[in-house]
């Protein structure tokens, strides 16, 4: 087992950055108009924290043990708190997706600005302390996490909540009580 690396004891950049993405994304999604179902609204939110704590948990603890996240090496309290910035990149991401009608051919181009996106919050991150990475953990090895997370979120995404599965669901009567 490793040793506790401590990179900070101050509530500074590193939590910021939590609160400030989460509360702008948060108030966002709501200062918009509504235009998912709770239902598609809670999945959005929830895939992002599920995603975020399945490959944190993955790559960011032995065996692997590539990167830390926050101000100790061991997890706070407040890294879980930080989870739910990963709830409004994940309906943003759908939002875009839908509103903008991303069809063919132009879902790798969304996918790809997304992930660069992405890489532009964890390169924000990592210069305020969010992130620190180890044994020869770079910011580039990133890239390819977030074009697998995005593509299964809208995979996911657009297999729960397609239109014709909808409609045919919206089809069926429902069963009359005897």
Do not use: C
């Not at 692997?64 to 989870?83: R, V």
């Not at 409004?88 to 790809?112: D, K, T």
């Amino acid at each position: 087992m490793t040793d506790n690396i401590v990179y900070d004891t101050h509530f500074n950049g590193n939590e910021w950055l939590v609160i400030g993405l989460t509360v702008i994304g948060l108030a966002a999604i709501r200062l918009f108009p509504r235009s998912f179902s709770p239902m598609q609204t809670t999945f959005n939110m929830l895939i992002g924290i599920t995603f975020g704590l399945i490959f944190d948990h993955t790559i960011g603890i032995p065996p692997f043990d590539l990167y830390d996240f926050g101000d100790q090496a061991k997890y706070q309290f407040f890294d879980i708190i930080s989870y739910a910035m990963y709830m409004p990149f994940g309906y943003w991401f759908i939002f875009g997706y839908e509103r903008f009608r991303i069809r063919g051919f132009s879902i790798i181009l969304y996918i790809l600005v997304w992930a660069l996106l992405g890489i532009s919050l964890e390169t924000v991150g990592v210069k305020v302390g969010q992130f620190h990475y180890k044994d020869g953990y770079r910011l580039a090895f990133s890239f390819p996490i977030y074009l697998l997370l995005l593509s299964a979120h809208l995979g996911l995404y657009r297999l729960a909540f397609s239109r014709a599965r909808l409609q045919k669901k919206s089809a069926v009567a429902p069963l009359e009580p005897r």
